[in-house]
C-alpha cells in the first residue's frame, strides 16, 4: 500500500467504524458490538500508523498528496489531502497509540453504564479518533480547521456525555463556547492568509505585517483549545465527562492540537517574532500559575487537569521561544505521560468511588500495578531524571535559556519544583500512609483496564529517548548536554519537590504547614474572580449585542413590519364602500391626469 | 350680437337650474330643477341649428326621464319619515375637487387652438334619419337591443324579492312571488 | 356664441354634475348629478355638430340619449332593490363594497 493509503486507512478506518454505529443503531444500542466496531477502527487506524513508522524507518521520505478543493472560476480555492512528514507521522501514532488504549480501558471503566449510553460512547469515541486524524493529516490550514471544528464538536459531546447531570451539560457548554470563542482567531486568521498569499499554505511566505496577524489571530485559537491562560478556565469544568474522557481528550488529543496548529504552521510564526514573544509569556504565566492551582486541588482529576495546562504552557512557551521541536517532543511524551495518570486515576477513581484525594490512601496495598502506572507517570511528569518528561521539559527549558531577561526560564523552574510538588502530594496522599475507609474495599479492575496502563507505562517510561529520532525526522539537531546549567537545575528542581513533598506529606499531612498549604485557597480565589469577571465581561458584551439584535436589528424589521399593518390599514380606511367615496377618488385621478395633460 | 345674449341667458339658466338640482334638499325639488336644465339644454341645441335634438330632448327627458326620477323619488320616499340632509361630510372635498376640475378643463379649453368654424349646411332632419338607418344601422340596432336588456334588467331587478332584512320573511308576499326567469309553462 | 363658450359651458355643467355626485347621499339625488354629466356630454356633441358641420355629432347625441334613458331605467330599478333592502336610498347604508 502506498503511504497516501495508509494515512487514509489510518483516518478513515474509525469514521468507518461512527458512521457504521450511527446507521446501524441497533448494533449501537447493544452496547458491547459497538465497543468491539470501535475498536477495531482504532486498532486498523493504528496499524496503518505503525506501518508508516515503519516504512519511514526503512528509509521512506515525505509524502504529501492533495487534490482540488472548492473549485471557482476554474481554479481550486483550496486543496484537501494528505501530508505525511516528521510531524504527522508521530503524531499519527501517538494518538493512535492513546486513543487505543483509553478505549480498551473505557470497555472496563464504562461497563455500568446502559447498552445505549455505552454505545454512544464508542460512536463518539470513533468520531473523535477520525477528526483527530483529520487535523494530524491535514496538508494545509484549511482542512486542519475543518478537523479542528470537528474535533472541537465531538469533544464537547464526550466532555458532556453524562448530560442528563446539569454539571457536566453546563461544562460541555463552556468548553464549547470558549473553544468556539477562539475559534474565530482561526477564522480570521485563514481570511487574512488567504487574502494576502491566495492559499492555505503554511509554508507561505507573506510580510512580516502579515504573519504577525495571521499567527496572532492563530494563537487566539490555541489559546482556547490548549486553555491557555486567560482562557483556561473551561478544562477544569471539563473533567464532568468520564475519565477516559479526560485522560484522550486532554493528554494527547484535543488540547494538544493547539500545540500541534502552532507546530505545524512554525514556518508562519518564524516570520512573526512579535507573536512569539507573546506566546512566551503567556505560556509561561499559564505553566506557573496553572502548577499553582494545581497544588491546591482536592479533586484528583482537577490537579491532572490544571497540570495539563501548566504543561501545554511549556509546550507554548517553547514554541514562543522558536523551538517547535522541543515544543512538539514535550506535546508527544506528555501524551503518554498524562493519558498514564489520567487512566490511572480513573482506575483508582473506579476503586473508591470517589475523586477526593481525601477519600484516599494507602492505595498501594490494594492497587499495586495501578500504584506503578501513576509513579511512573507522576515521576515522568516531575521530570525525574531518566523519565520521557524529563528529557522533553529540559528541552523547553533549554530553549528558553535566555529569552526574555531569563523570566520565562525562571518561571518554569518554578513551575517545574511544584510541578513536582503537587504529583509528590497526590501520590503520597492517594497511595501512601494508611488505608481510608473508602480504600478498604478498593480492588484492581480487570485487564481491559492495566492493560493499558501497561502499555502506556512504557513509553511514558523510554519516550524521551527517542527524542533523538524525532529531532532528526523534523530536521532539527537535537542534543542534549546533561551537565549543562538547565538539565542540572530541572533535575535538582524535580528531587527537591518530590523531596519537599514527602516531607510535608508523609505523615497524613500532619507537617505543621501542609494543612496551611491546603486551604492556601488564594489562587483559586483568583481563577474564580476571573472566570466571574470573564463571565460578566462576556454576559456584558452578549447583553450589548443582544440589546442591538433585539431593538436594532429586529426594530428595522418590525418597523417594516409595522408600516406594511400601519399602511394597510390606513388603505383599508379608504376602502368606505360608499359610492361617493369612490367617485370623489375617480374625480381626484382625474383632475390629476388632466392636470398632467395640460401642464405638459 | 343676439346670439350672444341668448347663449349667455339659456347658459345662465342651465348652470343655476344645475346648481339648485344638486343642491335642493328637497328630491322632487331637485327633480323639477333638472327638468328646467334640460328644458334649457334643449333650448340651446334650438340654438345650435339643431331642431330635431331638441325636440327629442324635451320628448324623451323631460317627458320620460323627469316623470319617472319623480316617480322614483315617490316610491321610495320614507314613510312619514322627514327628508333625509342632501349634505354630507364630504361637501367641502366635493366642492374643492370639483371646482378643481372645472380649473383644470378651463386651462385646457383656454390653451387649445380653437379650430376655425366651418360654414356647413345646416343637417336636416331627413340628413338625420339617412345617417341614423343607413350610416350607423348597426350601432342602431345595438342600442335597440341594449335598450330591451336594460327594460327586461329593469324589471327584473325591481320585481326581485328579496328576504324581509328584519322577518327573514318574504316582503309582500301578497302578491304573486315569481320571477320572469322562473315562466312556468 | 363660440365653440369655446359651449365647451366652457359644458365644463361648468360636468363639474357641477361632480359636485353632486359627490356630496348628496340619496341614490335619487345621484342619478340626477349623473343625468347633468350625461346633458352636459350632449351639448359637447351638439356644439361640435353646430361649429364642425356635418349630421353625425347629432346621430351621437340621439345615441347617448337612448343610453341614458337606459341608464335611468336601470338605475331606478336598483333604487328600489336598495330601498326594499335597506328601507331608505341613502347609499351610504349600501356599502357592501367594502366586505
Known amino acids: ?600 | 350680437m343676439s346670439s350672444q345674449i341668448g347663449f349667455g341667458l339659456v347658459a345662465a339658466i342651465i348652470l343655476v337650474s344645475a346648481l339648485f338640482v344638486v343642491r335642493s334638499k328637497n328630491l322632487i325639488h331637485a327633480v323639477l330643477w333638472l327638468a328646467v336644465t334640460l328644458i334649457g339644454t334643449a333650448a340651446l341645441y334650438a340654438q345650435l341649428n339643431a331642431p330635431f335634438l331638441a325636440g327629442v330632448q324635451v320628448l324623451t327627458y323631460v317627458g320620460g326621464v323627469v316623470t319617472l326620477m319623480v316617480f322614483g323619488v315617490m316610491v321610495t320616499r320614507r314613510h312619514g319619515g322627514a327628508e333625509a340632509p342632501a349634505e354630507s361630510d364630504s361637501d367641502e372635498k366635493g366642492f374643492i375637487f370639483a371646482t378643481a376640475l372645472f380649473v383644470v378643463l378651463a386651462l385646457a379649453i383656454w390653451k387649445s387652438p380653437v379650430p376655425l368654424p366651418v360654414q356647413a349646411p345646416i343637417a336636416t332632419t331627413n340628413q338625420l334619419a339617412h345617417a341614423l338607418l343607413d350610416d350607423y344601422l348597426i350601432a342602431f340596432e345595438a342600442l335597440s337591443l341594449l335598450l330591451l336588456a336594460a327594460i327586461v334588467g329593469a324589471v327584473v331587478l325591481a320585481r326581485r324579492r328579496d328576504p324581509d332584512p328584519v322577518s327573514g320573511e318574504e316582503a309582500g308576499a301578497a302578491a304573486p312571488t315569481r320571477s320572469t326567469t322562473e315562466v312556468v309553462p | 356664441m363660440t365653440l369655446t363658450g359651449c365647451i366652457t359651458l359644458a365644463a361648468a355643467l360636468l363639474c357641477i354634475g361632480i359636485y353632486g355626485l359627490v356630496t348628496r347621499k340619496q341614490a335619487v339625488a345621484m342619478l340626477l348629478s349623473v343625468e347633468l354629466m350625461a346633458n352636459s356630454a350632449n351639448i359637447l356633441f351638439a356644439a361640435f355638430a353646430h361649429f364642425r358641420g356635418g349630421a353625425s355629432a347629432q346621430v351621437f347625441v340621439l345615441f347617448a340619449l337612448a343610453i341614458t334613458v337606459a341608464e335611468v331605467a336601470v338605475g331606478l330599478a336598483l333604487v328600489m332593490l336598495i330601498y326594499r333592502r335597506h328601507g331608505d336610498t341613502t347609499l351610504d347604508l349600501a356599502s357592501e363594497a367594502k366586505q
Not at chain 1, 530553549?399 to 501520590?427: C, D, Q
Not at chain 1, 481491559?448 to 519516550?463: D, E, K, Q, R
Open chain 1, 1 to 600: 500500500m502506498t503511504p497516501v493509503t495508509l494515512a487514509l486507512v489510518a483516518t478513515f478506518a474509525p469514521a468507518v467504524a461512527a458512521l457504521l454505529l450511527l446507521i446501524v443503531f441497533p448494533l449501537r444500542h447493544k452496547g458491547a458490538p459497538a465497543a468491539w466496531i470501535c475498536l477495531l477502527g482504532s486498532v486498523v487506524s493504528l496499524g496503518a500508523a505503525l506501518k508508516l513508522l515503519v516504512d519511514r524507518l526503512g528509509g521512506a521520505g515525505d509524502t504529501r498528496v492533495t487534490a482540488p478543493w472548492i473549485m471557482e472560476n476554474g481554479r481550486a480555492m483550496a486543496e484537501m489531502g494528505v501530508l505525511i512528514d516528521g510531524v504527522s507521522l508521530p503524531m499519527l501514532v501517538i494518538v493512535g497509540v492513546v486513543a487505543l488504549c483509553v478505549q480498551l480501558f473505557s470497555v472496563a471503566y464504562m461497563h455500568d453504564e446502559a447498552p445505549r449510553a455505552f454505545g454512544r460512547y464508542f460512536t463518539l469515541h470513533a468520531l473523535f479518533l477520525f477528526s483527530m486524524n483529520v487535523v494530524v493529516i491535514s496538508p494545509n490550514l484549511l482542512q486542519l480547521f475543518a478537523g479542528w471544528e470537528l474535533v472541537g464538536l465531538t469533544s464537547y459531546l464526550l466532555i458532556g456525555f453524562y448530560f442528563a447531570k446539569p454539571s457536566a451539560a453546563k461544562a460541555a457548554v463552556k468548553a464549547f463556547w470558549m473553544t468556539k470563542l477562539a475559534d474565530m482567531g482561526f477564522l480570521f486568521g485563514l481570511l487574512v492568509l488567504y487574502v494576502f498569499t491566495g492559499g492555505f499554505e503554511w509554508t507561505s511566505q507573506p510580510t512580516t505585517l502579515v504573519a504577525t496577524w495571521v499567527t496572532a489571530l492563530l494563537f487566539v485559537a490555541v489559546i482556547g483549545k490548549s486553555a491557555q491562560f486567560p482562557l483556561h478556565i473551561w478544562l477544569p469544568d471539563a473533567m464532568e465527562g468520564p475519565t477516559p474522557v479526560s485522560a484522550l481528550l486532554h493528554a494527547a488529543t484535543m488540547v494538544a492540537a493547539g500545540v500541534f496548529l502552532v507546530v505545524r504552521a512554525d514556518p508562519l510564526f518564524a516570520l512573526a517574532p512579535g507573536t512569539r514573544e507573546v506566546m512566551l509569556w503567556i505560556g509561561s504565566v499559564t505553566a506557573l500559575f496553572a502548577a499553582c492551582l494545581a497544588l491546591v486541588q482536592s479533586d484528583i482529576k482537577k490537579v491532572l487537569a490544571y497540570s495539563t495546562a501548566s504543561q501545554l504552557g511549556y509546550m507554548v512557551a517553547a514554541l514562543g521561544a522558536g523551538n517547535a521541536f522541543a515544543g512538539f517532543f514535550h506535546l508527544g511524551t506528555h501524551a503518554f505521560f498524562k493519558a498514564l495518570l489520567f487512566l490511572a486515576a480513573g482506575s483508582v477513581i473506579h476503586a473508591v468511588h470517589s475523586n477526593s484525594l481525601e477519600d484516599m490512601g494507602g492505595l498501594r496495598k490494594k492497587l499495586p500495578l495501578t500504584t506503578v502506572a501513576f509513579g511512573i507517570g507522576a515521576l515522568s511528569l516531575a521530570g525525574f531524571p531518566g523519565f520521557a518528561g524529563f528529557f522533553s521539559k529540559d528541552l523547553v527549558l533549554t530553549s528558553l535559556e535566555g529569552k526574555g531577561n531569563w523570566i520565562p526560564w525562571t518561571m518554569l523552574m518554578g513551575s517545574a519544583f511544584l510541578t513536582a510538588f503537587y504529583m509528590g502530594r497526590v501520590l503520597i496522599k492517594a497511595f501512601g500512609g494508611e488505608l481510608s475507609e473508602k480504600s478498604a474495599h478498593a480492588h484492581e479492575g480487570g485487564p481491559a483496564m492495566t492493560g493499558p496502563l501497561v502499555i502506556l507505562a512504557i513509553p511514558a517510561l523510554a519516550s524521551g529517548f527517542l527524542g533523538g529520532w524525532i529531532g532528526t525526522q523534523m530536521h532539527h539537531a537535537h542534543e542534549l548536554h546533561f551537565l549543562a546549567l538547565t538539565p542540572v537545575v530541572a533535575s535538582s528542581m524535580s528531587l527537591i519537590g518530590l523531596t519537599a513533598a514527602w516531607f510535608v506529606f508523609r505523615n497524613g499531612g500532619k507537617a505543621p504547614f501542609a494543612g496551611t498549604l491546603e486551604r492556601l485557597d488564594a489562587f483559586s480565589l483568583v481563577d474564580k474572580t476571573w472566570a466571574a469577571g470573564y463571565q460578566v465581561g462576556l454576559l456584558g458584551i452578549s447583553g450589548i449585542a443582544g440589546w442591538i439584535d433585539r431593538y436594532l436589528v429586529d426594530g428595522l424589521m418590525n418597523f417594516g413590519a409595522w408600516s406594511t399593518l400601519e399602511g394597510g390599514e390606513s388603505a383599508r380606511r379608504l376602502q368606505t364602500g360608499r359610492v361617493r367615496d369612490y367617485a370623489l377618488m375617480v374625480v381626484a385621478g382625474v383632475v390629476v391626469l388632466a392636470l398632467i395633460g395640460v401642464l405638459r
